[in-house]
């Protein structure tokens, strides 16, 4: 089979259960090869176990589950071909960077020529020689993402890659992935931080307490959304009076930052307008968005307080 | 597995480990040894438990080995520390996940560990040698020991013969601390059960029980770095202790294979 065409990651019926909580309960998704895909949910929703489960570090309870074509229950078969950052850096604090990713390159069997090139990418090259335990968190992220990278991986999987990492840090692991994906690497990434993955995921798996409650396109789960049109009046004291009109024909409204947010079909917007003009407000602005992930998210996930 | 040695030794040879554990080493060898020479004339005696070894004794073939033997328990006990340590961090440091990524293979790991921690243990071992032999030479003089002796081919045999046995009992003491890690997960919990079981426990158990004395593990343990003696011999030592670490060593290793890494 060509290996191309094989999806990167495949989950059929995925289960774990700790005791009488299903972590993960009958996951099925598939990440397509050489997406960037974002891994998405609250914290406690599976994410974590999932990966753990697809690196081989603990036993499914049930289901299956692919890796570069081959099934999770052989590990060694795919490990060498793929990168993985999970929960965070973890390294000996008394080694120095340098050291400890020689450690890796030296477990994996890559050369260790590779130590300085990923240091010099993730921007480490002056202090490849200090001590992890003297590393800020950022620092600490930056060379996880390195040890990840060793194997130059087909791919990559990164749990809260950004996690600690200032805006330029962000941009960077960003850039990164970016160019991990232009050069045939799947990612698939979880992030808290939704705006990033709406930013580079053409692919989501979205969990809540251990169910897969979407996988797939992110432009899909996106346009499936209703839209909303955002009205904004020159002067603010006319948005309560806009507000009522709009809600007394039936839909709903929502003031958000001098603006009103209108739940209604993209062909409503003329109506919004000629009710502003016969109640003699001058709309400054008028548009139609779509829902950003984030806000997808707490819509399907239901957590939006 | 050869990787998996390498980088092992990668994180055993680091400065503050390396040289932490010769100091300590170095510091009780040259300590036991000088106490021998040292306090020759001493009436509250020069070896353990208040024996006294005069010039003479100490001029035959064993004088050379004499101090060096003295050591030898001390040395399973900082290997059962450094074993114990270093297997136990791979879990409370999370780097467990690192390695099974990097290999998946938990028995090679295992095995890889368990090899580097021996060649550390080796060298542990013949650096205290050495040390106690020059410090042994150099005090022979003060404390009037004639060292013709030690020159030997028989002193030599006795040299080769001791270092193995310290080398097999430290590496027992290791193995034990190595189990520890593995059940324990934390390496203070390990290291202090160790300790504590092997120094304080054990001496309890044997005065007040007499008989339990000879099956217990670090009695037989050190036995083994002494060559045996009249009341417990070398073959019974090496048949306890392997009885102890190939069984609870086999129960770790299960679990290492079998338990999910969730930390």
Same mark, same amino acid.
């Given at each position: 089979m060509n290996k191309s065409l094989v999806p990167a990651i495949t989950a059929s019926d995925l289960t774990k259960i700790y005791g009488e909580r299903a972590a993960l309960s009958h996951g099925n998704f598939e990440v397509p090869a050489g997406s960037i895909c974002g891994f998405v949910g609250p914290n406690g929703s599976g994410k974590t176990t999932t990966i753990r489960m697809l690196l081989g570090l603990i036993t499914p309870s049930g289901g299956s589950g692919t890796v570069l074509g081959e =099934?999770?229950?052989?590990p060694e078969k795919y490990l060498p071909h793929v990168g993985a950052m999970i929960e965070g850096p973890a390294f000996y604090?008394?080694?120095s960077g340098r050291e400890n990713l020689k450690v890796l390159a030296e477990l994996g069997g890559f050369p260790l020529s590779r130590v300085d090139e990923l240091l010099k990418k993730v921007d480490l090259a002056d202090r490849g020689? =200090?001590?992890?335990?003297?590393?800020s968190l950022g620092m600490k992220q930056r060379l996880g993402i390195a040890a990840a990278l060793l194997p130059n991986p087909q791919l990559l999987i990164l749990d809260e890659p950004t996690n600690g990492l200032d805006p330029s840090g962000i941009q960077e692991v960003r850039g990164i992935i970016r160019d991990l994906a232009d050069s045939g690497t799947t990612v698939f990434v979880s992030s808290h931080i939704l705006s990033e993955l709406e930013m580079i995921c053409e692919y989501l798996v979205m969990l809540r307490e251990g169910k897969v409650i979407f996988s797939g396109r992110t432009n899909e789960l996106l346009s499936a959304q209703k839209p909303m049109i955002v009205a904004k009046p020159e002067y603010e004291v006319d948005i309560t009076k806009l507000a009522d009109k709009v809600s007394n024909s039936g839909y709903q409204v929502m003031v958000v930052e001098g603006a009103l947010h209108i739940s209604a079909p993209k062909e409503v917007s003329a109506e919004i307008n000629r009710m502003a003009f016969e109640s003699g407000i001058t709309l400054s602005s008028i548009s139609v968005v779509l829902p950003t992930l984030e806000e997808t998210f707490f819509e399907m996930t239901g957590d939006n307080k | 597995m050869i990787r998996v040695v390498i980088a092992e030794l990668r994180k055993l040879r680091r400065p503050t480990l390396l040289l932490g554990t010769i100091a300590t080493v170095g510091g009780l060898s040259a300590l036991f040894t000088s106490i021998v020479f040292l306090m020759i004339n001493s009436k509250d005696g020069? =070896?353990?438990?208040g024996e006294h070894v005069g010039p003479a004794e100490l001029s035959h073939a064993m004088g050379l080995v004499y101090g060096f033997r003295l050591v030898g328990v001390f040395l399973g006990v900082v290997a059962l520390c450094i074993f114990a340590s270093q297997t136990a961090q791979e879990y409370s440091l999370g780097t467990l996940r690192n390695l099974l990524v990097r290999q998946p293979s938990r028995m090679k790991i295992l095995a890889g560990k368990f090899i580097a921690m021996k060649l550390f243990a080796l060298v542990m071992v013949l650096f205290a040698g050495a040390l106690s032999i020059g410090i042994s030479f150099a005090l022979s003089g003060r404390a009037k020991v004639d060292t013709t002796a030690w020159t030997s081919s028989a002193a030599m045999h006795l040299l080769f013969e001791s270092t193995l046995n310290i080398f097999i009992s430290t590496l027992c003491f290791g193995t034990f601390g190595m189990i520890l890690g593995l059940l324990l997960r934390s390496p203070i919990s390990a290291i202090a059960v160790g300790v504590l079981w092997n120094l304080i426990l054990e001496n309890i158990l044997a005065a007040l029980i007499n008989s339990t004395g000879k099956w217990l593990p670090g009695i037989n343990f050190s036995n083994l770095g002494e060559g045996g003696n009249v009341d417990l011999s070398y073959k019974h030592s090496m048949a306890v202790s392997l009885a102890y670490l190939v069984a609870s060593g086999a129960l770790a290793a299960l679990l290492f294979k079998r338990r999910d890494v969730a930390n």
């Open positions: =099934s999770i229950t052989h604090p008394a080694l020689g =200090s001590k992890f335990k003297t590393y | 020069n =070896s353990k438990r």
